[in-house]
């Protein structure tokens, strides 16, 4: 049987905002990346997300992002290395902390947004998040595009590593995601999000923006949380998944 881990980007709220479905999709997946304070949530939002991952069987990993609230950290910054480190280990000793007060422990650590897709093509991006990383636990498994250096620099620093693709998003040939201003960048459709998803799973390959096969390698599958179909997508992937015997489980249980 085929197995991989179902995760999904949540508490990502602020004060009297809020954004996303969590308390419907919390129930349906297998590991939640949850925002940390900089570019989305607050301290309250993150006690409370973790509250409701622990009542389940998902497990929680923390979501770490660019200092653009109003941006949703989907605007690039330059940071020195030093910089990205010390943003990241503020970040996630933040959520971490929470977590140890509850009871529960931190599973993964998956960048978000801006920081995700540049660190995704940046080496030295990649290899500061992945010290802060290890220099707080490290077991703390890194959740990084599929082909990516995030996935290389977790590797280098001994970190364990989960290869993730999304069930929402178009690929360039490079095997990065289509930017979000451009044409293809979103997969709208349910079935053929869950085609394309069922593919990379059992095949291993994804079609491109340009219509050209590429490789994927999928540990893990990201639904957006604050996607207007997210409940929808997440729903009608796991009946996909029991129809072609795909079992959802935590990164935990995938990767060694």
Same mark, same amino acid.
């Given at each position: %049987?085929?197995?991989? /881990?179902?995760?999904?980007?949540?508490?990502?709220?602020?004060?009297?905002?809020?954004?996303?479905?969590?308390? +419907?999709?919390?129930?349906?997946?297998?590991?939640?990346?949850?925002?940390?304070?900089?570019?989305? $949530? /607050?301290?309250?939002? %993150?006690?409370?997300?973790?509250?409701?991952? =622990?009542?389940?069987?998902?497990?929680?990993?923390?979501?770490?992002?660019?200092?653009?609230? %109003?941006?949703?950290?989907?605007?690039?910054?330059?940071?020195?290395? @030093?910089? $990205?480190?010390?943003?990241?280990?503020? +970040? #996630?000793?933040?959520?971490?902390?929470?977590?140890?007060?509850?009871?529960? *422990?931190?599973?993964?650590? =998956?960048?978000?947004?801006?920081?995700?897709?540049?660190?995704?093509?940046?080496?030295?991006?990649?290899?500061?998040?992945?010290?802060?990383?290890?220099?707080?636990?490290?077991?703390?498994?890194?959740?990084?595009?599929?082909?990516?250096?995030? &996935?290389?620099?977790?590797?280098?620093?001994?970190?364990?590593?989960?290869?993730?693709?999304?069930?929402?998003?178009?690929?360039? @040939? /490079?095997?990065?995601?289509?930017?979000?201003?451009?044409?293809?960048?979103?997969?709208?459709?349910?079935?053929?999000?869950?085609?394309?998803?069922?593919?990379?799973? *059992? @095949?291993?390959?994804? +079609?491109?923006?340009?219509?050209?096969? #590429?490789?994927?390698? $999928? /540990?893990? &599958?990201?639904?957006?949380?604050?996607?207007? =179909?997210?409940?929808?997508? #997440?729903?009608?992937?796991?009946?996909?998944?029991?129809?072609?015997?795909?079992?959802?489980?935590?990164?935990?249980?995938?990767?060694?």
């Amino acid at each position: %049987m085929y197995k991989v /881990d179902l995760n999904s980007d949540l508490g990502e709220s602020f004060g009297r905002y809020t954004l996303g479905m969590d308390a +419907q999709i919390i129930p349906l997946i297998s590991s939640a990346n949850v925002a940390c304070g900089y570019h989305a $949530a /607050d301290p309250v939002v %993150m006690m409370e997300t973790i509250s409701l991952m =622990k009542n389940t069987a998902g497990e929680i990993g923390a979501h770490p992002g660019f200092p653009d609230l %109003m941006g949703f950290g989907r605007r690039n910054m330059e940071l020195s290395f @030093e910089e $990205a480190k010390a943003y990241t280990l503020y +970040q #996630i000793s933040a959520l971490a902390g929470m977590c140890k007060a509850q009871g529960v *422990k931190l599973q993964h650590v =998956k960048p978000h947004g801006a920081l995700y897709n540049m660190a995704g093509k940046d080496y030295e991006l990649s290899r500061a998040i992945c010290e802060a990383v290890k220099e707080l636990d490290p077991e703390i498994i890194i959740l990084g595009l599929s082909g990516s250096e995030m &996935i290389k620099a977790a590797q280098d620093c001994g970190l364990r590593v989960a290869k993730e693709v999304f069930a929402d998003r178009g690929y360039e @040939e /490079d095997g990065s995601l289509v930017a979000r201003n451009k044409a293809g960048a979103f997969i709208h459709e349910e079935e053929e999000a869950i085609a394309r998803v069922v593919r990379m799973v *059992k @095949e291993g390959v994804v +079609q491109s923006v340009t219509g050209r096969d #590429i490789p994927m390698t $999928a /540990d893990s &599958i990201c639904v957006h949380g604050d996607g207007e =179909k997210a409940l929808l997508f #997440i729903e009608k992937i796991r009946a996909a998944f029991d129809k072609e015997g795909i079992a959802i489980c935590p990164l935990k249980e995938l990767v060694q």
